[in-house]
């Protein structure tokens, strides 16, 4: 693990969507090869990484979502969950608790994280975190190769307002459109982009196995 500076970004892991592509099964439930359910793997790379806190946001009807975190990481101070009590309004709604969060800790920056992409690695993670401090950009994100910025993004805390503006089940992708070339992006590896919100690609997700480290 790297330990975080005192002024590091905050991370935020959305977990609070309705899984509603994947229903009767919550994705995030869904286990890897060895084991592990999405969210568990998804918050341990996260914790991971050189971030100065971690906030995963769950919604207020999933007790077994809040069980399964406090489970997993017991006694672990970097770690916290907040309810998104408006989370029927869509992904807007768990960004928006990100950014209160971000905000009362005087955040320099904001690491959103998608809940159901466990397969992003730490190394990717840090090197996002990196670039940001070093180049101090509106935004940094992964480079999908396809000319358009993906998901995990470090927001600067200059875009804490816009996205505690944005509304519906939406998160930041019309903002990193506004913004065009001044985001900035790091070289990723295709496969570690892939969200799993559908049930094949659950099925796809069950055979995988976490990296070593």
Not at 19 to 28: C, E, I, M, V, Y
Not at 65 to 89: M, Y
Not at 138 to 153: F, I, L, Q, Y
């Amino acid at each position: 693990m790297v330990t975080p500076s005192p002024a590091t970004a905050l991370a935020i892991v959305l977990a609070a969507g309705r899984s509603s592509r994947t229903a009767p099964d919550h994705k995030l439930l869904a286990r890897d090869a060895q084991g592990a359910p999405m969210l568990v793997r998804t918050t341990a790379t996260v914790l991971a990484s050189a971030v100065s806190k971690v906030v995963v946001i769950l919604p207020p009807d999933r007790p077994d979502l809040s069980s399964l975190i406090s489970n997993a990481f017991p006694d672990t101070p970097r770690l916290e969950t907040w309810i998104a009590q408006d989370a029927q309004d869509g992904l807007s709604a768990s960004l928006r608790v990100g950014v209160q969060v971000a905000q009362a800790e005087h955040a320099p920056a904001l690491l959103v994280c998608l809940g159901d992409m466990p397969l992003v690695s730490v190394a990717l993670l840090n090197a996002l975190l990196r670039d940001h401090a070093r180049f101090k950009p509106p935004a940094t994100a992964p480079d999908r190769g396809d000319g358009k910025p993906g998901n995990p993004v470090v927001w600067d805390a200059a875009q804490f307002a816009a996205l505690a503006a944005v509304q519906g089940d939406q998160g930041g992708r019309a903002i990193l459109r506004a913004l065009g070339p001044a985001v900035h992006r790091v070289l990723a590896r295709p496969e570690e982009l892939v969200d799993f919100d559908t049930p094949e690609r659950l099925a796809a997700y069950a055979r995988s196995a976490q990296a070593p480290g």
